[in-house]
């Protein structure tokens, strides 16, 4: 019995998932965090798919990234700024219809898309930052200079300690309630 041959989802592929759910920002800034995320879910193999079944598995590590950005948003406060959109109506009956039941069959999807974009970091803190980083950016309209993000990434690490919604982003990262989707804040009561 031969095996099916080994497929790839290409960003292109997932990538309207991720405008669909976090277009959260009036610019498209987030999908440079979601390209970046779903490139660090292919170096860590959780890409690849065999058949129908396995290709629908990976669509949903997309929906978990989207969903993993938006709940750092609302834990950060950045779900306050003006220019922040909640989900609508829409959104929020599909990630119950297309979502939920996959997390109901596989309590672990979310903790391997974690595990496998903390794998991808030189340190913990690293990806706390970058999210940070372009909330910053999505909320200001704009992206940064690779040398404003590589300061601000390094202040956040060093300096940011102090800092009540970084304190609450980065335990939400680091922490085993990502693990579950009935800690998230953003998405509990939908």
């Not at 609302?74 to 939920?100: G, N």
Request: charged content about 25%.
């Amino acid at each position: 019995m031969m095996n099916a041959p080994t497929k790839i989802l290409e960003w292109s592929e997932v990538e309207p998932i991720f405008r669909f759910y976090i277009s959260v920002w009036a610019n498209h800034i987030t999908l440079n965090w979601a390209s970046s995320a779903w490139q660090m879910l292919h170096i860590g193999g959780l890409t690849v798919f065999n058949n129908d079944e396995e290709e629908l598995k990976v669509r949903s590590y997309a929906v978990a990234l989207s969903v993993i950005y938006y709940e750092y948003c609302h834990r950060t406060a950045f779900h306050e700024c003006e220019q922040f959109s909640r989900w609508d109506d829409s959104k929020i009956k599909t990630f119950k219809r297309e979502f939920l039941p996959d997390l109901e069959k596989d309590d672990e999807l979310i903790f391997r898309v974690k595990k496998c974009l903390l794998e991808q970091q030189s340190n913990d803190l690293e990806l706390c930052s970058k999210l940070w980083i372009n909330c910053a950016e999505s909320y200001q309209g704009f992206v940064f200079s690779i040398g404003e993000k590589a300061k601000l990434q390094d202040k956040l690490i060093k300096d940011f300690n102090d800092d009540f919604n970084f304190n609450r982003g980065k335990s939400f990262i680091l922490g085993s309630e990502i693990d579950d989707i009935s800690c998230y804040e953003s998405v509990s009561g939908l």
